[in-house]
């Protein structure tokens, strides 16, 4: 028994010291990242696979790997590289296990690298207006004699002047500089009206349908690619791994519902529908829980019609919603929010409970931006940091105050420079910790908030 105990242990010991130096050049697959307990995932700063978002990492990308990882009890370590090269250039370093991102399939890339786990077929399509007295193209050929605004880089270009060809000719192309532009800008433009079409890579065009419900995205002017996740070639049990994962998990509803919160469920609301106010009584009520409204607004010192129009922007005073991204009830909490408030995510279906927080952290932001002397002023930095994240509206402040603008006013400088953390030069700088941002929503949500307010104020007494 006593031989049998010291082997027992000699062989734990062994076990751990592989888990030590074997990511330096010897076996590390998939039992060692087991044993350590931890998986160091390389991914893109994008709004398809990795963000944050109200202060929490998000994304289909990360979202898809954190339920691996949780199924086989490990912590995903994220890192971030700047771009396809570089991941896989550390991916082959061993400075990570694998990447999480739609890598395409080629025959260049199969002799270093294993496809595995997530693998989708994508194309471009054609991304065009689809609303009243809107005409809808339903084929290519439809595009002869239109203007088709298109980023310059090399797949669009490429793809855009081949389907000209194809049809012969007649394709108006506007190449638009991909440093100061992104596919979303287009995509965005296009719901406005400002140019008639784009084209886009279809999950970033459904991604971005859920945000602007007047487009439409379902013509493909492509042929389909395939793409997938990577493992390096000497980790096949890793990368069996993560396929036994996708097969058992990708009809489960987690999985789906991974799916359905990014590509189908609105985000937002974009500017040819902002929304409307709410109704206010004769007898200047706003909502059934004014008295909330007005009992925590006194205690804070924030004015109460403020907290109101927070809560209606949120929820529209329903008590039981959740947004796509998690936030929930009257206020919009997140259950991590919540939780640094000791609240438990169950008590935020109580309207009580949950304005209370929502008070008490609208309350801790109004303290973070105390250097900005204007209330009106301080009051956008909060309802900004509210609704994106504190982490990007200080990322936004030492930009604004990097370019020489002033980091004390939210229009045309906070506001401008929050926007500009869509483009990679500035979430790339040194002085921006949280990378990527998405800016639309955060910038109608302190417009549309401070509007209603405003409004409330009128037809409502203190």
Known sequence: MNRLLLLSLLLSILWVSCGKWSRRGNVYDFPQILQSDTLRVLTLNTSTSYFIYRDQPMGYHYDMIRDFCSY??????????????????????????????????????????????????????LVQRAGQGDTLLSDVAGLIGKRVAVINEWKYRD?????????????????????????????????????????????????????????????????????????RKDTPLLADSLNSWIESRSSEPAFLRIIKRYFEETKGYSDYGRPSYSEISGHGVISPFDSFFKQYGKESGIDWRLLASVAYQES???????????????????????????????????????????????????HIFRFVNDPYERIKMTLAAYNGGVGHVLDALALTEKYGDDDKVWEGN?????????????????????????ADETINYVRDVVDRWEIYKEKVKE
């Not at 719901?191 to 007047?214: C, K, P, Q, W």
């Not at 009830?329 to 919540?338: D, S």
């Not at 506001?415 to 990527?436: A, I, S």
């Open 72 to 125: 086989h009890g490990l912590v995903p370590e994220i890192i971030v590289a700047g771009n396809i090269r570089s991941m896989l250039q550390m991916l082959q370093d061993r400075e990570a296990d694998m990447i999480a991102y739609n890598m395409p399939v080629t025959n260049t890339l199969k002799d270093s690298v294993l496809y595995c786990g997530l693998q989708q077929i994508s194309h471009q399509v």
């Open 159 to 231: 793809r855009m002047n081949n389907l000209n060809d194809e049809l012969g000719g007649g394709i108006q192309i506007d190449m638009v500089d991909s440093d100061t532009t992104l596919v979303e800008d287009l995509i965005r433009m296009v719901s406005r009206g400002e140019i008639a079409y784009t084209v886009a890579d279809d999950d970033l065009a459904m991604l971005n349908h859920t945000y602007f419900r007047n487009l439409n995205v379902d013509l493909p002017v492509s042929f389909d690619q395939r793409s997938s996740w990577v493992v």
């Open 316 to 366: 529209t005073f329903d008590t039981e919603g959740q947004s796509w991204a998690g936030a929930i009830g009257l206020m919009g909490l997140m259950p991590a929010t919540a939780a640094s408030l000791e609240v438990e995510e169950d008590q935020l279906l109580d309207p009580e409970k949950n304005i209370r927080a929502g008070t008490e952290y609208l309350k801790k932001l109004l």
């Open 414 to 438: 906070v506001e401008r420079y929050l926007q500009l953390k869509r483009l990679e030069q500035y979430y790339t700088d040194p002085v921006c910790k949280n990378g990527y941002f998405r």
